[in-house]
Protein backbone atom coordinates (compact mmCIF):
# COMPACT_ATOMS: atom_id res chain seq x y z
CA UNK A 1 0.00 0.00 0.00
CA UNK A 2 1.55 3.41 -0.96
CA UNK A 3 0.75 6.24 1.75
CA UNK A 4 0.90 10.05 0.40
CA UNK A 5 2.67 11.57 3.19
CA UNK A 6 -0.04 14.60 2.20
CA UNK A 7 -2.86 13.14 3.41
CA UNK A 8 -4.46 15.34 6.38
CA UNK A 9 -3.99 14.96 9.84
CA UNK A 10 -6.61 12.62 10.54
CA UNK A 11 -5.53 9.95 7.80
CA UNK A 12 -2.15 9.88 9.10
CA UNK A 13 -2.95 9.71 12.84
CA UNK A 14 -5.19 6.69 12.10
CA UNK A 15 -2.18 5.36 10.01
CA UNK A 16 0.24 5.88 12.91
CA UNK A 17 -1.96 4.19 15.74
CA UNK A 18 -2.05 1.11 12.86
CA UNK A 19 1.34 0.99 13.53
CA UNK A 20 3.14 3.02 10.72
CA UNK A 21 6.14 4.42 11.80
CA UNK A 22 6.34 6.83 8.55
CA UNK A 23 2.92 8.49 8.88
CA UNK A 24 3.90 8.73 12.65
CA UNK A 25 7.15 11.14 11.66
CA UNK A 26 5.08 12.76 9.25
CA UNK A 27 2.20 13.76 11.54
CA UNK A 28 4.95 14.55 14.03
CA UNK A 29 6.37 17.27 11.48
CA UNK A 30 3.12 18.60 10.36
CA UNK A 31 2.19 19.07 14.27
CA UNK A 32 5.31 20.82 15.00
CA UNK A 33 4.40 23.08 11.43
CA UNK A 34 0.92 23.76 12.76
CA UNK A 35 2.23 24.66 16.17
CA UNK A 36 5.08 26.63 16.11
CA UNK A 37 3.64 29.51 15.12
CA UNK A 38 1.07 29.17 17.65
CA UNK A 39 3.92 28.92 20.24
CA UNK A 40 5.94 31.37 18.82
CA UNK A 41 2.59 34.35 18.94
CA UNK A 42 2.93 33.33 22.61
CA UNK A 43 6.56 33.27 23.88
CA UNK A 44 9.25 35.89 24.03
CA UNK A 45 12.30 33.45 23.16
CA UNK A 46 12.21 30.80 20.23
CA UNK A 47 14.62 28.26 22.84
CA UNK A 48 11.15 28.41 24.78
CA UNK A 49 9.10 27.55 21.42
CA UNK A 50 11.35 25.03 20.86
CA UNK A 51 11.31 23.30 24.11
CA UNK A 52 7.42 23.69 25.26
CA UNK A 53 7.16 22.16 21.10
CA UNK A 54 9.39 18.95 22.50
CA UNK A 55 7.02 18.87 25.46
CA UNK A 56 3.69 18.70 23.21
CA UNK A 57 5.28 16.53 21.23
CA UNK A 58 5.95 14.49 24.19
CA UNK A 59 2.47 15.00 25.09
CA UNK A 60 0.79 13.85 21.68
CA UNK A 61 2.99 10.91 22.14
CA UNK A 62 1.61 10.04 25.56
CA UNK A 63 -1.73 10.65 24.30
CA UNK A 64 -2.42 9.51 21.52
CA UNK A 65 -4.19 5.94 22.68
CA UNK A 66 -6.66 9.05 23.53
CA UNK A 67 -7.44 10.14 19.84
CA UNK A 68 -11.04 9.26 18.71
CA UNK A 69 -10.40 8.55 14.83
CA UNK A 70 -14.06 10.10 14.12
CA UNK A 71 -13.04 13.76 15.28
CA UNK A 72 -10.45 16.03 13.96
CA UNK A 73 -7.30 16.00 14.79
CA UNK A 74 -6.20 20.10 14.74
CA UNK A 75 -8.83 20.88 17.83
CA UNK A 76 -7.19 17.82 20.11
CA UNK A 77 -3.77 18.65 19.28
CA UNK A 78 -4.56 22.51 19.95
CA UNK A 79 -5.81 21.50 23.07
CA UNK A 80 -2.59 19.39 24.67
CA UNK A 81 -0.45 22.39 23.47
CA UNK A 82 -3.00 24.94 25.37
CA UNK A 83 -2.60 23.11 28.30
CA UNK A 84 1.28 22.85 27.95
CA UNK A 85 1.46 26.58 27.57
CA UNK A 86 -0.58 26.78 30.71
CA UNK A 87 1.79 24.56 32.44
CA UNK A 88 4.67 26.85 30.80
CA UNK A 89 3.39 29.69 32.04
CA UNK A 90 2.14 28.92 35.30
CA UNK A 91 5.94 27.62 35.80
CA UNK A 92 7.42 30.51 34.80
CA UNK A 93 5.75 32.87 36.20
CA UNK A 94 5.76 31.41 39.76
CA UNK A 95 9.71 30.99 38.91
CA UNK A 96 9.58 34.79 38.68
CA UNK A 97 7.89 35.48 41.63
CA UNK A 98 9.85 33.40 43.71
CA UNK A 99 12.81 35.61 42.36
CA UNK A 100 10.57 38.92 42.70
CA UNK A 101 12.78 41.73 44.65
CA UNK A 102 10.46 43.14 47.25
CA UNK A 103 9.89 46.63 46.78
CA UNK A 104 9.73 47.64 50.37
CA UNK A 105 13.05 46.11 51.08
CA UNK A 106 14.32 47.48 48.30
CA UNK A 107 12.92 50.99 49.41
CA UNK A 108 15.02 50.27 52.74
CA UNK A 109 18.07 50.06 50.63
CA UNK A 110 17.75 52.80 48.68
CA UNK A 111 19.72 55.98 48.66
CA UNK A 112 16.89 58.85 50.47
CA UNK A 113 16.81 60.98 47.24
CA UNK A 114 15.95 58.40 45.35
CA UNK A 115 12.68 57.72 47.25
CA UNK A 116 12.13 61.09 48.52
CA UNK A 117 11.00 63.24 46.29
CA UNK A 118 11.11 66.99 47.00
CA UNK A 119 8.08 67.85 44.97
CA UNK A 120 4.46 67.66 47.13
CA UNK A 121 1.50 69.34 46.66
CA UNK A 122 2.42 72.52 48.76
CA UNK A 123 5.90 73.38 46.79
CA UNK A 124 4.40 73.88 43.66
CA UNK A 125 0.95 75.23 44.62
CA UNK A 126 2.05 78.55 43.16
CA UNK A 127 2.50 76.36 39.55
CA UNK A 128 -1.26 75.35 40.35
CA UNK A 129 -2.43 78.67 40.99
CA UNK A 130 -1.28 79.76 37.52
CA UNK A 131 -3.20 76.60 35.84
CA UNK A 132 -6.81 77.34 34.28
CA UNK A 133 -9.28 78.02 37.14
CA UNK A 134 -10.97 74.57 36.47
CA UNK A 135 -7.83 72.36 36.48
CA UNK A 136 -6.89 74.34 39.20
CA UNK A 137 -9.59 73.49 41.47
CA UNK A 138 -9.95 69.70 40.60
CA UNK A 139 -5.88 69.36 41.05
CA UNK A 140 -6.40 70.84 44.60
CA UNK A 141 -9.37 68.68 45.28
CA UNK A 142 -7.62 65.83 44.24
CA UNK A 143 -4.33 65.77 46.03
CA UNK A 144 -4.89 68.99 48.95
CA UNK A 145 -7.85 67.71 49.71
CA UNK A 146 -7.64 63.55 48.85
CA UNK A 147 -10.92 63.87 47.31
CA UNK A 148 -11.48 60.91 44.20
CA UNK A 149 -11.85 61.81 40.56
CA UNK A 150 -15.65 60.96 40.84
CA UNK A 151 -16.14 62.69 44.42
CA UNK A 152 -14.81 65.76 42.25
CA UNK A 153 -17.02 65.07 39.61
CA UNK A 154 -20.12 64.95 42.44
CA UNK A 155 -18.82 68.25 43.57
CA UNK A 156 -18.08 70.44 40.61
CA UNK A 157 -20.89 68.75 38.79
CA UNK A 158 -19.17 67.36 35.87
CA UNK A 159 -18.86 63.77 34.63
CA UNK A 160 -16.54 61.60 36.01
CA UNK A 161 -14.25 61.33 32.90
CA UNK A 162 -14.53 64.71 32.07
CA UNK A 163 -12.90 65.26 35.48
CA UNK A 164 -10.08 62.35 34.65
CA UNK A 165 -9.36 64.12 31.28
CA UNK A 166 -9.28 67.91 32.84
CA UNK A 167 -6.61 66.36 35.53
CA UNK A 168 -4.18 65.08 32.77
CA UNK A 169 -4.29 67.95 30.98
CA UNK A 170 -3.51 69.99 34.12
CA UNK A 171 -0.52 67.64 34.98
CA UNK A 172 0.96 67.94 31.29
CA UNK A 173 0.63 71.56 31.45
CA UNK A 174 2.58 71.71 35.20
CA UNK A 175 5.28 69.01 33.62
CA UNK A 176 5.85 71.70 31.02
CA UNK A 177 6.23 74.63 33.32
CA UNK A 178 8.12 72.61 35.74
CA UNK A 179 10.83 71.47 33.40
CA UNK A 180 11.47 74.49 32.71
Known sequence: MVIDRNDNFEMLMRQALAGDQ???AAL??????LLRPFLAKRLSFSSDVDDLMQEILISIHKARH?????RPYKPWAYAIATFRL?????T???DQLRHAVDFDELEETLPEYVTESEMSYESISGEVQKLPEKQATILQLMHRDGYTAKEV???MGMNESAVK??????YKELRKKLER
Do not use: I, P
Open 22 to 24: HAY
Open 28 to 33: LQKTTR
Open 66 to 70: TYDGN
Open 86 to 90: QDFLR
Open 92 to 94: HYA
Open 153 to 155: SEK
Open 165 to 170: VAAHRA
